[in-house]
């Protein structure tokens, strides 16, 4: 089992920046993959960007250049630095945590964060 927390979330006009956060309640290095999904009303959730464990990171088209995602070991968080934002981007974000079993796999995530970018 993983407990995940989410922080960091809020108003911002755009163009703006935000840091969400999320706190892991186990080492996220014995994490296979950390991400950072996103829903907005009357959407599917979302994958935003990925970290595996390898450090190897992927990200959705529409944050490119825009979003960062980035790990602290040490104190078990993940972060997403969202820069330049763009009213798109309102949504509530999720922290999800991925750990690959023996036949299958194991999601875990937070509780969300709101982010709303206003125009």
């Known amino acids: 089992q993983v407990q995940l927390v989410e922080s960091g979330g809020g108003l911002v006009q755009a163009g703006g920046s935000l840091r969400l956060s999320c706190a892991a309640s186990?080492?996220?290095?014995?994490?296979?993959?950390m991400g950072w999904y996103r829903q907005a009303p009357g959407k599917q959730r979302e994958l935003v960007a990925a970290?595996?464990?390898?450090?190897?990171?992927n990200y959705a088209d529409s944050v490119k250049d825009r979003f960062t995602i980035s790990r602290n070991i040490t104190k078990n968080m993940v972060y997403l630095q969202m820069n330049s934002l763009k009213p798109e981007d309102t949504a509530v974000y999720y922290c999800?945590?991925?750990?690959?079993?023996?036949?299958?796999?194991?999601?875990?995530w937070g509780q969300g964060t709101q982010v709303t970018v206003s125009s």
């Open positions: 970290i595996a464990s390898g450090g190897s990171r």
């Open positions: 186990k080492s996220i290095f014995s994490i296979n993959v």
């Open positions: 999800n945590a991925r750990v690959m079993g023996v036949d299958r796999r194991y999601d875990y």
